[in-house]
């Protein structure tokens, strides 16, 4: 077990629908410590630039477009194995397959419109948390 940091989105379908907060008492339920959080409506040159590796996917367009919707809520996540343990509490990228009780399978219908994002590895989420918040948009929890 490790303490780790990962970066979470909350995307603009789960922002208007209004369930932020019952989004964030899932991850504190989980263990979860928000130590960076800002809300943002990302330009299409960034939402393109923080999904360049999926560039060549069919999708790609769509997923900006989505992306820049509306207001993203972006935050940083801290706590004990916490890429997956936040995984864990999304649930699988396709609604339709994300396990009862994740927030995929509560507040998300279709793959395209999935509620969150989150890190996927220990070098995506350092690089993301870079991405929305530079070298000192964290603040480590004193106590
Ligand atoms: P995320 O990166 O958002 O946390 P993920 O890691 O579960 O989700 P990825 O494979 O990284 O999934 O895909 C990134 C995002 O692209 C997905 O969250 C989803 O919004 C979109 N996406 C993935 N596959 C498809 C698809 N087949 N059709 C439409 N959109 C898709
Ligand atoms: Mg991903």
Same mark, same amino acid.
């Given at each position: 077990?490790?303490?780790?940091? &990962?970066?979470? $989105?909350?995307? %603009?379908?789960?922002? *208007?629908?209004? =369930?932020?907060?019952? !989004?964030? /008492?899932?991850?504190?339920?989980?263990?979860?410590?928000?130590?960076?959080?800002?809300?943002?409506?990302?330009?299409?040159?960034?939402?393109?630039?923080?999904?360049? =590796?999926?560039?060549?996917?069919?999708?790609?367009?769509?997923?900006?477009?989505?992306? &820049?919707? #509306? %207001? +993203?809520? $972006?935050?940083?996540?801290?706590?004990?194995?916490? !890429?997956?343990?936040?995984?864990?509490?999304?649930?699988?990228?396709? %609604?339709?397959?994300?396990?009862?009780? &994740?927030?995929?399978?509560?507040?998300?219908?279709?793959?395209?419109?999935? *509620? +969150?994002?989150?890190?996927? #590895?220990?070098? &995506?989420?350092?690089?993301? !948390?870079?991405?929305?918040?530079?070298? /000192? #948009?964290?603040?480590?929890?004193?106590?």
């Amino acid at each position: 077990m490790t303490i780790e940091r &990962t970066l979470s $989105i909350i995307k %603009p379908d789960a922002v *208007a629908k209004n =369930v932020i907060g019952e !989004i964030y /008492d899932r991850f504190e339920k989980a263990g979860l410590r928000i130590v960076a959080s800002r809300m943002e409506h990302l330009s299409a040159a960034k939402a393109g630039e923080f999904y360049a =590796v999926h560039r060549e996917r069919p999708f790609y367009n769509d997923l900006v477009a989505f992306m &820049t919707s #509306g %207001p +993203v809520m $972006i935050q940083a996540l801290e706590g004990e194995d916490a !890429i997956a343990k936040n995984r864990e509490v999304m649930g699988a990228t396709n %609604p339709a397959d994300a396990a009862a009780g &994740t927030i995929r399978a509560d507040f998300a219908q279709t793959v395209d419109e999935n *509620a +969150v994002h989150g890190s996927d #590895g220990l070098d &995506t989420a350092r690089a993301e !948390i870079e991405f929305f918040f530079g070298n /000192d #948009g964290v603040c480590p929890r004193t106590r």
